[in-house]
């Protein structure tokens, strides 16, 4: 392609919507341009990385033996209702854009493709003897996010390759979510990226296991927790550790003391001169279940410790059949106004103790008339501990479990691991933190979406079971930008070569001079024709603005026909490394093919 006849504006200032190199990048290269919120239009250049990727992911995922097709994005809302997610991802989550048609037919725009896919296999799989299955799509994606930001990131609309596989057992499932890794592991390291495997929460259906890959990189949304060797690396939202050892209590006898002004573990520590790890610290949640049922729930936990509130999250909808809802929609820390809902009268906030009565609920047909009582393990060790005393201004010390205190009665790991606790597998090992971007996540569904929907198969004994599945996504535009994320310098891209939009980026420096621009032209078309895809810059531009806006875009490669065209030679700039050499003009497309080779299979 040549620059002069191409859509090629680049801007020499950072725009001010972006935050993070690789969207600051993008957006001054003239890859990506913002068209509304989370929506971005995919230039020319942009599109052939776009490409690149999914070439790499589907050879990928074909090389498993799934096969590629294509889903409707727009997902009538009663198969989402059998599922009984169409509350959740319209209502509690919000994170579906839903609309009507001209019948009054509710419609949703695709987030993901559950649904639609067990709606398949259910018309479509009759006996064992069909399966494994496994179907991909690579396909733009409708989500209506709370916080769209940092470019092709978040965005509201984006690019993810999404596959579904059927099994008859649990073994076969293991069996492709194997095959997966392998192949994610392949496409991420063909693609250039540095990333990492780590285990994900896999929600409310637990059990079975989930894992995502991450691009490690500052600007990451998520938070990844690992050990130096290497044997495990988890997402906060799922990571597990030993705490610090709880100190010994200070005090010996049970009694009630007056601390004023100690709402929080800090200033009661302060006052009582003990260690936050001999208080049990309580916690109010309100929990909404799908059927408008509020539940409060009462979580207790060492005072050192924080909650992690995914974990919390997926306790609470096992609870949900036991208030006949199916699941949970929204999880608060209750405000004064939300207190006024439900609490008979005021509540000691700050200085609740784990046996608050339930009385303080009032008596109304939407909200359970009982906490829930949820304890961290590590509270339940402790001995002579400091609690509230359901009373403001007081507490209590030197209590214990069974004696001053019932046990709550689910026994539970709720507690966040964090940077330099140590490691659950090996006591030795401390928990490092570094920050991910999430490209990839495989997951073992189960029978969740074929029990709810109705899919089954017959197997060799003639009996109905319901389909074993599997879901594995990778978001496409998401990795693109990341892997800029992950490589650039103060002058601009730095692309992999595998996804570069082009290999090898001509300059001419000054086009009037009609040798340089033959010796181009004729380069140009060689090397085009040697499969190496190369960019003509043939704009009547200073040389200086030429050189920037190669290294702008991140070409890998650039050739200069300037003064040793007399020597028969041209200048080759290697982008990453900026090394430069001249080479003899027959040379040039060889020694090209081969280091594009070399970057790409290596
Ligand atoms: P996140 O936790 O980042 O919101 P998710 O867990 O909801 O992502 P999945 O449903 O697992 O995402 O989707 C599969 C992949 O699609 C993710 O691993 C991620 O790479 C990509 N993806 C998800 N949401 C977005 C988005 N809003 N913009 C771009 N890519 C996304
Ligand atoms: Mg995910």
């Known amino acids: 392609m040549r620059l002069s006849q191409m859509l090629f504006v680049t801007l020499r200032e950072d725009p001010a919507e972006a935050e993070i190199p690789s969207h600051k990048l993008l957006l001054r290269a003239g890859y990506i341009r913002r068209?509304?919120?989370?929506?971005?239009?995919?230039?020319?250049?942009?599109?052939?990385?776009?490409q690149k990727v999914s070439q790499i992911v589907r050879e990928e995922m074909n090389a498993t033996g799934a096969m590629e097709c294509l889903l409707p994005q727009l997902q009538p809302s009663d198969l989402w209702k059998e599922s009984g997610r169409w509350d959740t991802y319209t209502k509690a989550e919000g994170i579906m854009f839903a609309l009507s048609d001209r019948q009054e037919r509710e419609l949703g725009l695709g987030p993901t493709h559950e649904e639609i896919i067990t709606y398949i296999a259910r018309d479509t799989i009759r006996s064992?003897?069909?399966?494994?299955?496994?179907?991909?799509?690579?396909?733009?994606?409708?989500?209506?996010?709370?916080?769209?930001?940092?470019?092709?990131?978040?965005?509201?609309?984006?690019?993810?390759?999404?596959?579904?596989?059927f099994h008859a057992d649990t073994e076969s499932l293991k069996k492709t979510y194997q095959d997966m890794n392998q192949a994610y592991s392949n496409m991420f390291t063909r693609c250039g990226l540095e990333f990492r495997a780590v285990e994900a929460d896999s929600g409310a259906i637990g059990g079975s296991g989930s894992q995502e890959f991450m691009i490690l990189a500052e600007a990451g949304e998520d938070e990844v927790l690992y050990t130096e060797d290497g044997k495990y690396a988890a997402n906060v939202e799922k990571a597990v550790s030993l705490p610090p050892d709880a100190e010994v209590s200070p005090f010996t006898s049970y009694e009630k003391r007056e601390t004023p002004n100690t709402p929080t573990i800090a200033s009661l520590c302060?006052?009582?001169?003990?260690?936050?790890?001999?208080?049990?610290?309580?916690?109010?949640?309100?929990?909404?279940?799908?059927?408008?049922?509020?539940?409060?729930?009462?979580?207790?936990?060492?005072?050192?410790?924080?909650?992690?509130?995914?974990?919390?999250q997926n306790e609470l909808v096992k609870l949900a059949p036991q208030y006949h809802a199916k699941t949970l929609l929204a999880l608060n820390v209750p405000d004064e106004i939300?207190?006024?809902?439900?609490?008979?009268?005021?509540?000691?906030?700050?200085?609740?103790?784990?046996d608050l009565a339930d009385d303080y609920i009032s008596p109304n047909k939407e909200v359970a008339p009982k906490f829930v009582r949820i304890i961290d393990k590590t509270a339940v060790e402790l001995k002579?501990?400091?609690?509230?005393?359901?009373?403001?201004?007081?507490?209590?010390?030197?209590?214990?479990?069974?004696?001053?205190?019932?046990?709550?009665?689910?026994?539970?790991?709720?507690?966040?691991?964090?940077?330099?606790?140590?490691?659950?597998?090996?006591?030795?090992?401390?928990?490092k933190s570094a920050r991910g971007i999430e490209v990839g996540h495989i997951f073992?569904?189960?029978?969740?979406?074929?029990?709810?929907?109705?899919?089954?198969?017959?197997?060799?004994?003639?009996?109905?079971?319901?389909?074993?599945?599997?879901?594995?996504?990778?978001?496409?535009?998401?990795?693109?930008?990341?892997?800029?994320?992950?490589?650039?310098?103060?002058?601009?891209?730095?692309?992999?070569?595998?996804?570069?939009?082009?290999?090898?980026?001509?300059?001419?420096?000054?086009?009037?001079?009609?040798?340089?621009?033959?010796?181009?032209?004729?380069?140009?078309?060689?090397?085009?024709?040697?499969?190496?895809?190369t960019l003509l810059d043939d704009r009547s531009e200073r040389a200086g603005v030429k050189f920037k806006d190669a290294d702008l875009i991140g070409i890998p490669y650039r050739i200069v026909t300037g003064r040793s065209l007399k020597q028969g030679k041209v200048e080759l700039v290697e982008r990453a490394t900026k090394n430069s050499q001249e080479i003899p003009l027959d040379k040039v497309v060889s020694t090209l093919q081969k280091a594009v080779t070399e970057a790409v299979t290596s």
């Not at 006024?340 to 700050?350: D, E, F, I, Q, R």
């Open 35 to 50: 068209i509304g919120s989370g929506i971005y239009a995919y230039l020319p250049l942009m599109w052939r990385v776009l």
């Open 128 to 165: 064992y003897r069909q399966l494994p299955l496994h179907l991909y799509q690579i396909q733009t994606k409708f989500r209506d996010e709370i916080r769209p930001r940092f470019g092709l990131m978040r965005g509201r609309e984006f690019i993810m390759k999404d596959g579904y596989s």
């Open 270 to 312: 302060e006052l009582l001169e003990c260690s936050p790890t001999v208080v049990v610290k309580n916690v109010l949640y309100e929990a909404v279940y799908d059927n408008g049922m509020m539940v409060l729930v009462l979580v207790s936990i060492r005072g050192d410790r924080d909650i992690n509130e995914v974990k919390l």
């Open 338 to 354: 939300a207190q006024k809902k439900w609490a008979a009268k005021s509540l000691p906030l700050g200085y609740i103790a784990p």
């Open 384 to 431: 002579n501990f400091v609690t509230g005393a359901n009373e403001i201004g007081y507490h209590v010390v030197g209590a214990n479990w069974s004696k001053e205190f019932p046990l709550p009665n689910l026994v539970v790991d709720i507690r966040k691991a964090t940077i330099g606790d140590r490691a659950s597998h090996d006591s030795t090992q401390t928990l």
């Open 444 to 533: 073992q569904l189960g029978n969740k979406y074929s029990q709810a929907m109705g899919a089954t198969y017959t197997n060799e004994a003639g009996e109905e079971i319901p389909l074993q599945m599997g879901c594995y996504g990778v978001g496409v535009s998401r990795l693109a930008q990341a892997a800029v994320e992950q490589s650039y310098d103060k002058d601009g891209i730095i692309w992999p070569v595998a996804i570069a939009p082009y290999h090898v980026i001509i300059v001419v420096p000054n086009i009037s001079d009609e040798k340089a621009m033959n010796a181009a032209e004729k380069l140009y078309d060689e090397l085009n024709a040697a499969g190496v895809e």
